[in-house]
């Protein structure tokens, strides 16, 4: 029973073989591993995706927030409330500062409503309109999307790398643990079945064992002592029994004996008997004949 928990334990549930023995269906330790790094870099992967797209929604946030206070503010200015031409100054000045972080203004007819840049990578993150003397325009705010893609680039390595280091970290934790706190103890415990299976004795002391393997650490503890108090119960009964046989067989013997003893003594005492029955005859005829005799000469 202790060895069929102890190879339960071990993931020793396959189908019998030779000599009564089950094939193992593969490491516990194993298992447990794979089965970890598996959910790990699957819960790793969901939480990943999750922030990068959290991340991108914060960061096209807040450059449309940023582009917003940025063109509500030109918008106010009083060189954006004059003519055609003194905006379109101001905004070649600004295109140098802003040619450095990928990002651009531009003035179109609010009649325009889709924004056709120069190249397709951009895209229209805020507008503002604003009312020139020429007519209504618009002021749109236009953004390189390359810079967000390399920023995206950049926070999927990152959440990758930490992915890496934290299911790393996982894998060497639960192998540390399963040897330290399982395999370990369950080798230790082979050891002293097999000691105790070749009679070479059992450790005085189990190993120590966490709570689950408690009950199995103190039953093979108390298996060695156990046994010795059953092999001693077995060497006393067999002593019993060999002393009670061989009084039995005295006994026997002694009535044996009895028996051809007084089967002798009968025979003698009828012997005498017979003897001394022989002997009166003889006397009697002895004694007839010597009357017969006196008889005849007088």
Do not use: C, K
Not at 20 to 36: A, D, E, I, P, Q
Not at 230 to 238: H, K, L, S, T, Y
């Amino acid at each position: 029973m202790l060895e069929v928990e102890v190879s339960l334990l071990n993931g020793d549930q396959g189908a019998p073989v030779a000599g009564g023995r089950r094939r193992s269906r593969g490491s516990l330790r194993s298992r447990v591993t794979l089965w970890n790094a598996a959910v790990m870099a699957a819960t790793l992967t969901a939480l990943m995706l999750a922030a990068i797209h959290e991340e991108r929604g914060q960061i096209v946030r807040t450059e449309a927030a940023h582009a917003r206070a940025l063109l509500e503010h030109l918008a106010r200015m009083p060189e954006f409330q004059g003519d055609i031409a003194t905006v379109r100054s101001h905004l070649e000045l600004m295109r140098e500062s802003l040619r450095a972080s990928g990002d651009a203004l531009a003035l179109a007819p609010r009649a325009e409503r889709i924004l056709a840049p120069e190249d397709p990578g951009t895209r229209l993150v805020a507008t503002r309109s604003l009312s020139l003397r020429q007519g209504e325009f618009e002021l749109r705010y236009v953004s390189d999307g390359d810079r967000i893609r390399r920023s995206l680039r950049r926070s999927v390595a990152m959440h990758i790398l930490y992915g890496l280091v934290a299911l790393a970290a996982l894998v060497a934790g639960t192998e540390w643990i399963l040897r330290a706190n399982l395999v370990v103890p369950l080798r230790s415990l082979s050891r002293q079945l097999d000691h105790m299976r070749d009679g070479r004795g059992w450790l005085a002391h189990p190993p120590h064992t966490d709570e689950e393997l408690s009950g199995v650490a103190r039953a093979v503890g108390d298996l060695g002592p156990a046994l010795e108090r059953q092999v001693n119960e077995w060497i006393q009964a067999e002593r019993r029994a060999a002393v009670a046989l061989a009084l039995r067989s005295i006994r026997s013997r002694l009535r044996e004996s009895e028996d051809q003893a007084a089967a002798g003594a009968s025979a003698v005492v009828q012997a005498e008997r017979d003897r001394y029955a022989r002997l009166l005859a003889d006397e009697e005829r002895a004694a007839f004949a010597s009357q017969a005799h006196t008889a005849a000469g007088g």
